[in-house]
């Protein structure tokens, strides 16, 4: 059974980070791009950022670039979202999914093959 389970996440103050966790299991890890995105209240669903797990090339959004990162632990089938200097505006849910870079950084959430339930961010000013 595939999943993706995200944990991390929680309430911060502006400018202070968190680090969010996709363990993903039920599937080879080279068979997907894994894909960060974020849903605001009365919001689209965007995608913020991905990874390819074939060679590791990370995209972001024009709104995260320089303040998060992505990364993977091959290991422990988890992919990380490192976030910093957070603003008010990122406050979201985040949802980890598989599928692929071009569909995720379209913000093409219908693309995409599997999600994690997601995890609230509250970034208070």
């Known amino acids: 059974e595939v999943q993706l389970v995200e944990s991390g996440g929680g309430l911060v103050q502006a400018g202070g980070s968190l680090r969010l966790a996709c363990a993903l299991s039920?599937?080879?890890?080279?068979?997907?791009?894994i894909g960060w995105f974020r849903q605001a209240p009365g919001k689209e669903r965007e995608g913020v950022s991905c990874?390819?797990?074939?060679?590791?090339?990370?995209y972001y959004a024009a709104s995260v670039k320089g303040r998060f990162a992505i990364s993977s632990d091959n290991v422990k089938n988890t992919v990380y979202l490192q976030m910093g200097s957070l603003k008010p505006e990122d406050t979201a849910v985040y949802y980890c999914?598989?599928?692929?870079?071009?569909?995720?950084?379209?913000?093409?959430?219908?693309?995409?093959?599997?999600w994690g339930k997601g995890k609230l961010v509250t970034v208070s000013s």
């Open positions: 039920g599937f080879t890890f080279d068979d997907y791009d």
């Open positions: 999914a598989a599928g692929s870079c071009i569909a995720t950084m379209t913000s093409d959430y219908i693309g995409m093959d599997y």
């Open positions: 990874i390819t797990t074939h060679d590791g090339s990370t």
